[in-house]
């Protein structure tokens, strides 16, 4: 049984990674159009860096190490009439493509989905492991 809760930790770990990667992809693209932030300037996107490390049981296993912000300057749009354009008219936008985050969306989401079928199997199996022994 030993084999078979590393598994489950495993799952446990990658199905927090990708839904933490969802939230901020879900917070980029709300954000898509905020040209002022509490510091004054456009949003910028933030993205999860991932680390695959070895548990004390020699399991790999995957993890954010830590969240990182796109520093990329976003598009400037003429838009005069904006409360944040500046004197020739022009307004910084985030640097967030929402194409993009939909895109990265659907690949986060489908890692979650397989994440959870791989914790699933690895619990009907630590159950059925269980089972043998009554």
Same mark, same amino acid.
């Given at each position: 049984?030993?084999?078979? @809760? $590393?598994?489950?930790?495993?799952? +446990?770990? +990658?199905?927090?990674?990708? =839904?933490?990667?969802?939230? %901020? !992809?879900?917070?980029? !693209?709300?954000? +898509?159009?905020?040209?002022?932030? *509490? /510091?004054? =300037? $456009?949003? #910028?996107?933030?993205? $999860?860096?991932?680390?695959? !490390? %070895? /548990?004390?049981?020699?399991? #790999?296993? @995957?993890?954010?190490?830590? @969240?990182?912000? /796109?520093?990329?300057?976003?598009? +400037?749009?003429?838009? *005069?009439?904006? $409360? ?19 895109? /990265? ?15 699933? @199997? ?8 269980? #089972? %043998?022994?009554?």
């Amino acid at each position: 049984m030993s084999h078979l @809760i $590393p598994g489950l930790e495993t799952s +446990a770990n +990658a199905l927090a990674a990708h =839904k933490l990667h969802m939230r %901020l !992809i879900s917070e980029n !693209i709300a954000n +898509a159009q905020t040209t002022r932030g *509490p /510091d004054g =300037k $456009p949003y #910028q996107r933030k993205y $999860p860096v991932f680390e695959s !490390i %070895l /548990d004390k049981s020699g399991v #790999q296993t @995957i993890h954010v190490k830590e @969240i990182k912000t /796109d520093k990329t300057q976003g598009n +400037a749009v003429y838009n *005069p009439g904006h $409360p944040h354009a500046d004197e020739r008219g022009m307004v910084t936008m985030p640097n967030v493509k929402v194409s993009q985050e939909t895109v /990265d969306m659907m690949l986060a989401s489908r890692c979650y989905e397989a994440n959870l079928k791989a914790f699933k @199997i690895s619990q009907t199996m630590a159950q059925k492991t269980l #089972q %043998l022994g009554k």
